[in-house]
Structure formats: structure tokens, C-alpha cells
């Protein structure tokens, strides 16, 4: 009878063991710096997941943004060397490069300076956890840039709060071995209207749209995208197709390119990716990136 009693103890509470778990969420995961060189934030087990072949390209195939290409370029090198640098913000046009750059600069950065430089993405939805994420970066044993990727914020969304204190980094103040890269198609990173209603309603006007337009501020560089010319286009179209020894007649071969802009309706080193891969395509030729 004690036997069977103490079997029905036991099982009860195994299942009070498994509902405390299942409240109590995940364990953190343990991170492995040496797993990869970029990473993919994941917030509920706290945990930095390798990615062991990174969606990038060679810096040589980013035209049309020498000038931003270069300041970029300076800053993750002095970052990566130990030496003082800022956050950065690229901003501007969609489809011309901006997250492209930023994979391929510190790909650029890692291999020119011998230093075991991590790149982790920060998906737009997981903003409210950077603290926390702050905290394990900053205990570990190599420079990180903290990548997010079109950032950018609507009403009632209160999360850039935690961005602002990952920037500046309140009392503690940010790592000295984590910096932030954002991209987004806003210079501000809030809707216009959004800054324009908090002016309205507020009892001091001023301060309110001071609140938001701070979040940018907090950026030390901020780099801006524009529209590229048809020239800029063109030398897209052929490096890429130099590049992956595309051969076609490049009289035929712009010819294409133009047309495929033009049913976009725009010019962008997206669309002239796009336009590669379909040209590629029609050759019968693999795209090894």
C-alpha cells in the first residue's frame, strides 16, 4: 500500500516538475563563439544561432555607393582594430545595397584585420530583448556589430525605447566591443505623421517630436542611399555578369537590362540582381555565391 502510495507522489510530482518548466520557458542556450562568424539572434532560449554560409556578396559587386562604401569601410575597421567608431544608420533608397553592405563590409573588416569580428542579426520583431542581449554580448570574447535589417517603427510601437538604451546604453553605457548597424528607408525611423500627431497633442510640441527624433540621433553616422543613375545601373549589370562569366553581347546585354528596369519601374543594384538571376537562368548557368 505505501509502495503504491508513494508511486502516486512520485508521478504527481513529476507533473508539477513539468508544468513549473513548461511556465518557467526554455533554458538559455549555451552560445559557441567559435560556431560561425555570423549569427542569428533567438530570444527565447538567449541563444546566438550560427549561420554557417551567410547570404553575402563580394564588395566589389556593391556600385554605385563608393563614397558611403568607404566610410562604412573606415569604421568597421577601426571598430574591429579596437580603436573608437560609431553606430551607424544607412538610410534611403530601397533595393540599393544597404544590408548588402553591411555583410560584405564585415566580411571586408574580419578578414583585413586577422580579428574574430561577429555580425548578429537582430530581427525588427525582437527589438525589446537587445538589452538582453547586450548583456551576453558584452561578456564575450571578440568585437560584435549588431545587425538590424529595415528598421523602422509604427504608432504605439514603444520598443525603439529599448534601441535608444541599447545606443546609448544608460548607466553602463554600451559595450566597448558591440556596435549597432541599422538600415532602414527612413532617415528618422518613425512615420512622419506619427511625430507630427505627437506634436500636435503634446502640451510642449517641441519636446515631443525632440523624443522621437532623438531614436536617430543616437546614431553617429548616418548614411544616406540614393536612386542610381542609368550609368550606375549599367555597371551593376556588368559586374555582376563579369563576375559570374554571364557571356552575352553587351550591346544586347543592356539592351535587356534596360527593359527589365523599366518593367519595375525602377533602377536599383536589386533590380539589376533580379535581372542576373533571370539572365542566368535562360543560360543554363548555376549563380555560386
Known sequence: MQDQESAVILDELRRLRAAVERLAGPAPAENDWTAADCFVWAPARQHLQPVSRPNRIDIGLIQGVDHVRDILVDNT?????????????????????????????????????????????????????????????????????VFCDDLSFDHDDTSYKSL??????GVEGRPDNVLLYATSNRRHLLPRDMMENEQSTAINPSEAVEEKVSLSDRFGLWLGFYKCSQADYLAMIDGYAAHY?????????????LEWATTRGARSGRVAWQFIQDLAGRLGMPLAR
Request: glycine share 10%; hydrophobic share 50%; charged share 25%.
Open 77 to 145: 575597421l577601426r571598430f574591429a582594430r579596437g580603436l573608437p567608431a560609431n553606430n551607424v544608420l544607412l538610410w534611403g533608397a530601397r533595393g540599393m545595397g544597404k544590408s548588402s553592405l553591411v555583410k560584405s563590409v564585415h566580411a571586408l573588416a574580419a578578414r583585413e584585420t586577422g580579428t574574430a569580428l561577429k555580425l548578429v542579426e537582430v530581427h525588427r520583431e525582437d527589438i525589446a530583448t537587445l538589452p538582453v542581449l547586450m548583456d551576453i554580448l558584452k561578456a564575450g570574447p571578440a568585437p560584435v556589430i
Open 245 to 257: 562569366g554571364l557571356a552575352e553581347d553587351p550591346g544586347k546585354l543592356h539592351a535587356d537590362a
Open 164 to 169: 535608444k538604451a541599447a545606443l546609448d546604453g
